[in-house]
């Protein structure tokens, strides 16, 4: 059957997998993870095929693999990726989701994390560019500013983010950052991987990728 996002969204299942996996995360120091960042995810992922003029049914494919994207936490943080995409399989399988839907999903889960990660699709360079651009202060739990790590000041300096799209030209990632909190070099070191893996996503497009931080264009 053709699965649907509200399929995955309605199932306690999977709702399950996303608790115990920000749990670990938790536990383990890292922002938030949770039902914040990959509703936040899905949603971005299917605008950007959308917008660039992709079928529904791609942009919905790239909504559910957003939302399951980070699920193979519960496992370990190490490799998740691949443990995500093997549960996502296993999930998707059950609920008698069409192979090459799984297969589309299951791929860009497994192609989503930038130790590993490559652009191997239309789909998973959508979830790459919405999961990597979820930049925000609010994914801060530590409260104690005086113990936050370089991740804690780069995500709480950023006041405002927001992902802009040209069809035919460029996918652009904008950042107001307060420079009293977290240096914008601070931000190069901890991100600089994932914006050139961005890059990678939107070539993969068709589009230039850029990034521009108070006003002036990093990339």
């Known amino acids: 059957m053709d699965i649907r996002y509200e399929d995955v969204l309605n199932s306690e299942e999977i709702r399950s997998y996303i608790r115990k996996a920000d749990e670990s995360l938790i536990a383990l120091g890292y922002t938030e993870h949770s039902f914040a960042h990959v509703t936040k995810v899905a949603q971005t992922s299917r605008r950007i095929l959308l917008e660039l003029g992709y079928p529904e049914r791609d942009a919905e494919l790239a909504a559910i693999a957003g939302y399951l994207h980070d699920i193979g936490n519960v496992v370990n943080r190490i490799d998740h990726a691949q443990s995500g995409a093997i549960m996502a399989f296993r999930i998707l399988d059950h609920m008698d989701a069409a192979p090459d839907d799984i297969a589309t999903i299951i791929t860009a889960i497994g192609n989503h994390d930038e130790s590993t990660a490559y652009p191997v699709n239309h789909v998973a360079a959508a979830l790459i560019l919405a999961d990597k651009t ?17 991740h804690d000041r780069v995500n709480f300096a ?11 030209r460029e996918i652009g990632l904008d950042l107001s950052i307060n420079t009293e909190i977290c240096a914008v070099m601070d931000y190069f070191e901890i991100f600089l991987a994932r914006m050139l893996l961005c890059r990678k996503a939107a070539e993969k497009l068709g589009l230039h990728f850029s990034l521009t931080i108070n006003g002036q264009k990093m990339m």
């Open 158 to 168: 950023v006041s405002e983010s927001s992902l802009s799209i040209v069809p035919g």
């Open 134 to 150: 979820d930049v925000r202060a609010s994914r801060v739990r530590n409260q104690d500013m005086s113990t936050f790590d370089i």
